[in-house]
């Protein structure tokens, strides 16, 4: 009753809105039941999506005490997962999935963020002919330098033109393009 998430929001009466009144009311009533209490699930941030490269993701939960378990193959976590202890970085991607254990609590339900990862260089769109010559669109990380190498066999990459990414889009050419018949082409990330 808390989510208007499609796989778990309630029936057509209370689907589109939720009241958090209503909400409080509830969870005052379960947690005045006896018997041993849950505890609420962590919080992931940010909460999963499309990143360029990497990205950090934070664990949170509201009671210090708790232990927060993680995956990172959508699986759920047990107290034998990853135990969290500090943001972890992402370069590819994963799903991430969490709980909060405590001793006198039972574990909280698990939550899960996907994220996507753009690689560091993406050709944005189809490459051209101008002036005799070949431009490249390319996305990278404004303030990066790119190398790029082009080749007739994949093994024997020749760089052709180093350039600074000026902002995240940018142009790449290749000079002598008129005079090959045929070039596969990479961009490269500089250290």
Known sequence: MNTANNTFKMPSLARNLIDTNA??????????LPGTPALLPPTINPGGGTFFSSVNVSLVHPDTNASI???MDGSLPTPSSSLYAAPV???????????????GFNNSVAVNAIYFLRPPVLFTAPGYFTN???TLPI???????YVLQATTNFVDWVSLSTNVAGSDVFMMMDTNAFAIPYRFYRAVEQP
């Open 139 to 145: 996305s990278g990380i404004a303030g990066k330098t």
């Open 69 to 71: 378990y993680f995956t």
């Open 132 to 134: 005799q010559q070949f």
């Open 89 to 103: 970085l992402l370069t590819s991607n994963a799903t991430v999935t969490a709980s909060a254990f405590e001793t």
């Open 23 to 32: 909400v409080q009311v509830v969870t005052d009533w379960i947690n005045s």
